[in-house]
């Protein structure tokens, strides 16, 4: 990737802007503050300096530019957040792989769906031609707001209402035919519209472009179809689409939990009561794509699974999801067999929201089911069977390697109190199968550990002088030029500051002084834009830096001077011709004695000591 792209839109993006659509943020001083969104906290740690174009938490460590935020906030790679960021600024990225022609015609389907989009709409509130849909979607509870926020609308029932429409005229009948809006008449010319005599709901990505649509049949219809949607198209794939994502998103990121329900119309009136976390898969099964893209907002999954549709085969699914996914997957079953919005209707969200917030993982839920029917079964096979079945379940648990031993030795024990089958055969039942451990993923290292393991305690000379060296060139870019003449980065001793410090000169050298978020963004290893974050800020506190400054250079190449004298001096013991008398070697020994002493940090600047 050219850093030209990475520089031009992180110069288009307002950072308190972007933060702003996740964080609610106070102005203080010069930054602006508030809750992290990347851990728990109850008092602000969370800053966002807009002068730098950088946010910092003083919590958690999480740091850096744009890029980082969206790669954090939506667990993706750093392509990915160029691209959501490069289209939040309007800016055209060149394409990788895919090729122009393939993005103007992805182009012009987004299009066509938008205009069939507002097509229906328009027939939804048509006064004379919406008015019996209107009544039905009123009937079933939908309120206007409802219904407008998701843009839901209708489709005739008549074979080319849409291609004689406005859609029609204005795109031609292959694109409307590739978008899945229209159909090609069998063995003959001409085409025929895809969705008629149905509301209409428009499915989004995450990003709220239209990909595809859901038909609900009118009441009255023939149709034995009560829901269609459209075809798997260039932007369309069933497995990896959510519907209600683009609208349920924040509320997720907020709490880091969202509710899968069944249909759109659950969406939909999940969302009309508040529970706006709630999103549902398209067709029936939740697949590993689907937990892919959730898992970039959500830390917890929850299935709400009504009477009918908490089968063997959906929990036993959910389990295989649980076992080989690395999020917490929960299962809750509503009550009495309600809908989600007649839950919500007759307990109100907060029982809504604990309801989800208390659901048990899938595991637990399976083993929930299978001891009801080993209770409520009286003959021994089907008692073995019951066990034997959750046995299974766990051992594939613990071939996945994803459940803690605590976890699991009591899953067991559950097992063997049921069943009387000893722990130890369970045990031995279940043994887990390492070679199927999933492959690890890189958890970012623990920045700095070492480096700043020093400077928990009191802070030397030479910490102090490296630390406000490197922060004053991040802020001051243009004092690096007197400052390479007196220091280089191999006289920085810890070795973090040493990488920064040869990433900055290399960058003053080859591309000249840097924007600190520009740089910010160049670090690719996390440790090294905290590192450069803290540095800005510290120094940023300090008065008179020019002073400070100069005493912490003339600190350095002190420590350098002793540093070479000292090998000079080491060489001579160990290379000397000849042998040296007794007096010659204690004086020398002296000499290497002396370079040895590091000065103190009061000889850097009298505000230390
Ligand atoms: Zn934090």
Redesign the pocket.
Known sequence: MSPDYRAQVLQAVDLVELISQTVALKRRGKNYVGL?P??Q?KTP??SVNPSRQSFY?F??K?GGTAFDFVMRRDRVEFKEALQILAGMAGIELPQFGGGSHGASERQALFEANSAACRFFENLLWDEAQGASARAYLRQRGFTDDSLKRFHIGLAMEAWDALLRGPVGRKFPPHILAQAGLVKAREGGQGHYDAFRNRIMFPIRNESGQIIAFGGRVMPGSEDPAKYLNSPETALFSKSRSIFGLDLARQRIVETRNVAVVEGYTDVVMAHQYGATNVVSVLGTAMTEQHVAILRRFADRIVLLFDADSAGVAAVDRTVQLFLTQPIEIAVATLPDGLDPDEFLLKQGLEAFDRLVSSAPDALTYAWKQMAQRFVSSNGLTDQQKAAAQYTGLLARVAASGSVEPMRFGAALARVSRLTGIPLAELHERCRPKRAARSVAVPVPAAAGESGRAAERGRPNGQDLAERWILGSLLLKPGCWQDVQTKVSPEDFADPQRKVLAELYWRHQRDEGEPVFSEFLAGLSEDGMKVLAIELAEEVEQLEDLDGLLAGAMEHLAELRRKRESCEAMNALLHDGDGPMTAEQEIDLLRKVQQTKVVPDARSIGPRVG
């Open positions: 992290c990347f851990h906290e740690s969370f938490c919590g958690c999480a």
